[in-house]
């Protein structure tokens, strides 16, 4: 298989620029996250898109949190350290139980899934009432619009407007929004020092002349389950 037809994530020069995150802003957007709600240590937290475990194990190590993952890719969870307890599955089919997690991280995941509204109403599912949703991805800071007025690339940084609309609709309302767009142009800065010529400042998605890709964002979202 080519570099070009692997996912960027399992790219060995991602994991050597950004670590065993995969993403920008490592631990420290985390750690961001957690400090502005209110988690109580030994709480059941999901991880949605976990990767190669890193921040499972940053959750149960620094935090105390009961963390556990799930992601879809056999390759990462093949190289994950296999005392974390990270399971095969898809953030559209969580595989637990109704409001069974006091808080779900999905960091740099959500805008690579095919269906974010099935998605949501998964983490909603498994939300206690008053569960924490924290959000970090790529979102559109200058989206170019095609007909129906929504974006022309298949896999492409969020709308927020659309996102929001989907948590409101499953009965989440959003807390606040941080832009952290410096930390994805310090990774693209590095990915392109160490060759990796075709990211363009778009992490997964493709940025071609004339899609709604060219200038994306980073962001942090915070959501509470309200009803």
Known sequence: MTSAATPLWERSVLRDTAGTTL???????????ISLVRIPQGANVLDVGCGLGATVEHLRSEHGFRACGIDKSVRQLSEAPSDLPLTLADASCIPCADSFFDAIICECV???VP????AIAEFKRVLKNRGTLIITDLYQRDR???GDGGCSCASSPLDLGKTEKMLMQNGMHIKSIED???MLAELAARLIFAGESDFRLT????SRPGNCCSRPGYMMLIAEVSS
């Open 23 to 33: 993403r920008p802003g490592g631990f420290a957007l985390t750690d961001r996250a």
């Open 110 to 112: 959500l805008s690579l």
């Open 115 to 118: 269906d974010q509204q099935r």
């Open 144 to 146: 170019r619009q095609s």
């Open 180 to 182: 952290h767009s410096k």
């Open 203 to 206: 992490g997964n998605c493709c």
